[in-house]
């Protein structure tokens, strides 16, 4: 399980370490492995460490300080380092004596025979856009850059950015993930272990391993029923597509078995023949949860099909039209014991919440779970799950293959197998979103029969290949 942190929980445990050790040990402590990771960095890139050439931007904190150390680490195993020193005066001392000491030179720009940039400017204590002296710098340059914590002028809580930043191609952070390492355009992340004893936090993130130890799988004395049986309210006459992406979702993420109801049957029968279908979600007999709203329409059919899934004491998830009706009639959630998911992308969230979610997604999709007594998973490049007074699962899906016509109603379908199955809710959202970003992504590497890299319908071809890559 992936765990993040925020900048307060990290500077509370570095305060024993920092007031136990002799001055200037913890970041050496983290320098040195920092060093290993940008010689690995130069290494892959260059073919060596010996005579290539670094180039340090150095802020006035303990982030220049990192810079500095690891500068001077690699000059002493043979690379020429020089540091753009952005407030000299504030430069870190120590780091700096060593580093001039080991051969560094201090220059004014980042020279052009530059192999590897270190950026050093602000660390997790900084905030706003890179300062102009710092964003001139970093816009001259064509050089890799490896970010030490994170990069310059991403905000370290939400990811987001408000003027120029640094690209890095890879991040090295030190002691614990935080936020911006999941939401923001850190490149590749490596987290170096300083020794620190953090607390519990409630922001976490699913990694194969946690996918695969909570994905229903069938033991000898499974049977159909004790497998999960998914109800799917989806699809319309204008929309039957939903509701074939919905089913067969639901059909490859293993349920044991999938009921359908509505009016789309005949297009759902021709794709999954294995679907028992009825005309209405009163003919359907037993279900253990509920799919609603993808291609389902806003007519009275519709919202009769909604309040009937949301009077159970079943599971529910709701999305599209279904989110569209309730963001009208929010009480249908009000008083529901049974576990409800909505998943919402920003258009629906802000119909929902009432104003879209903004930079600071984390906190928007806790505050509309709480409201609503729901979980909420807010579709994105990086999905939010948030559970009601509860954790936050993070899922960054690395790409943005997902974000393609239908491909919600595949999500829905793969979250409504794994309540059927029993899964909690949070868990549930973010097992289904970790292998559907996955499942996007070998579709876009699979040149397949046809012409486009992805389609929901690729998608959910894939979804097994996701589950047997884990």
Not at 308 to 324: E, Q, R, Y
Not at 332 to 356: C, D, I, K, N, S
Not at 427 to 452: C, K, Q, T
Request: glycine letters at 12%.
């Amino acid at each position: 399980m992936r765990t993040y942190y925020t900048a307060d929980q990290i500077r509370h445990a570095e305060a024993p370490l920092l007031a136990s050790l002799p001055d200037g040990a913890l970041m050496r402590r983290a320098a040195y492995p920092l060093s290993i990771a940008i010689a690995c960095e130069l290494r892959a890139r260059t073919g060596g460490i010996a005579g290539r050439h670094l180039c340090a931007v150095v802020g006035s904190g303990d982030n220049g300080g990192d810079a500095l150390w690891a500068s001077t680490f690699l000059l002493r195993r043979g690379a020429a380092a020089a540091a753009v020193l952005l407030n000299p005066e504030k430069a870190h001392k120590k780091g700096l004596a060593a580093f001039r000491k080991a051969g560094g030179r201090v220059v004014e720009s980042i020279p052009a025979a530059t192999d590897l940039v270190i950026d050093g400017v602000v660390g997790i204590s900084g905030s706003g856009p890179l300062r102009p002296n710092a964003a001139e710098v970093f816009k001259a340059n064509t050089a890799p850059v490896v970010a030490v914590d994170i990069p310059s002028g991403i905000d370290v809580h939400t990811g987001t950015t408000e003027g120029p930043y640094v690209q890095a191609v890879l991040t090295v952070t030190f002691g614990g993930l935080k936020p911006v390492h999941a939401l923001g355009d850190c490149g590749r992340v490596a987290l170096v272990d300083i020794g620190l004893d953090l607390a519990e936090t409630d922001i976490l993130g699913f990694d194969s391993a946690d996918v695969v130890a909570r994905w229903p799988a069938p033991g000898p004395h499974d049977d159909k029923y004790t497998q999960g049986v998914t109800g799917i309210l989806a699809g319309s006459a204008t929309y039957p597509g939903a509701a074939v992406l919905c089913t067969g979702a639901a059909v490859a993420a293993t349920s044991g078995m999938v009921r359908y109801a509505g009016s789309a049957s005949q297009q759902v029968l021709s794709h999954w023949p294995e679907v028992i279908a009825a005309p209405g979600p009163q003919a359907s007999g037993r279900v253990q949860a509920w799919v609603v709203g993808p291609g389902l329409g806003t007519d009275e059919t519709a919202a009769a099909a909604l309040w009937f899934a949301l009077d159970t004491d079943l599971p529910v998830i709701v999305d599209a039209d279904g989110l569209t009706m309730l963001a009208a009639h929010p009480d249908l959630v009000g008083g529901r014991q049974a576990p409800t998911v909505l998943t919402p992308h920003a258009g629906e969230f802000a119909r929902l919440a009432g104003a879209p979610p903004g930079n600071d997604r984390v906190a928007a999709t806790r505050r509309l779970a709480d409201e609503l007594g729901v979980t909420v998973l807010l579709k994105g490049n990086v999905t939010v799950i948030a559970e009601p007074n509860g954790p936050v699962y993070l899922n960054p899906a690395g790409e943005s293959w997902a974000a393609t016509a239908g491909s919600g109603d595949v999500l829905s379908g793969m979250i409504g197998a794994l309540l059927a199955a029993g899964l909690p809710a949070g868990e549930a959202a973010a097992a289904a979103a970790f292998v559907h970003a996955r499942a996007a992504n070998l579709s876009a590497a699979d040149p397949g029969p046809h012409p486009a890299p992805t389609s929901a319908s690729r998608i959910l071809a894939h979804i097994r290949a996701a589950l047997a890559s884990l």
